[in-house]
């Protein structure tokens, strides 16, 4: 995967996304060398930290920016991180009917990240990178900042 339309132009946001398109990149090459059991580990500690670094990091940008999309990009990183939450939960406790689990968990952790990739981070992350280069004069919404912990959806 190429890192090149998933800019935002917000450099915290964008390290973020580049570490996720390298692990992506990683993960695939352990498929195709069939070593997937190296490296699924580090792929799903990897995805709960930046689960949670890379999301908590863009919505604090959102709420002291009032970005008016906020509570549908917090959804999506609810949804995301309950994703993750699962993958951890079958990597921990693998189904003794799978064949080869670390296959099969590499293979779901790929298919979450590449839709994270394509579907999240080119659309409503770009958006939010528009908003956010935009001069930002201390929009701070207090009111929402309730929303800002995490609940699983």
């Not at 998933?6 to 993960?27: P, Q, W």
């Not at 280069?133 to 912990?149: A, G, S």
Request: hydrophobic share 35%; proline share 3%.
């Amino acid at each position: 995967m190429e890192w090149t339309d998933l800019s935002t132009g917000v450099a915290t946001i964008d390290e973020y996304n580049r570490r996720l398109v390298s692990m992506i990149n990683k993960l695939v090459a352990a498929i195709k060398e069939q070593a997937c059991k190296y490296i699924i580990g580090d792929v799903i500690n990897f995805l709960e930290e930046y689960s949670v670094n890379h999301c908590v990091s863009e919505e604090v940008y959102m709420l002291y920016c009032g970005y008016p999309e906020y509570l549908l990009h917090k959804r999506q990183h609810n949804k995301f991180i309950d994703d993750v939450i699962e993958l951890k939960k079958e990597s921990l406790n693998p189904d003794p009917g799978r064949k080869c689990a670390s296959y099969e968990l590499s293979v779901e952790a790929n298919h979450i990240m590449v839709d994270w990739a394509y579907g999240h981070i080119a659309n409503e992350d770009k958006k939010l990178g528009v908003f956010l280069n935009e001069p930002c004069q201390d929009r701070i919404n207090i009111h929402h900042t309730e929303h800002l912990v995490y609940k699983p959806s």
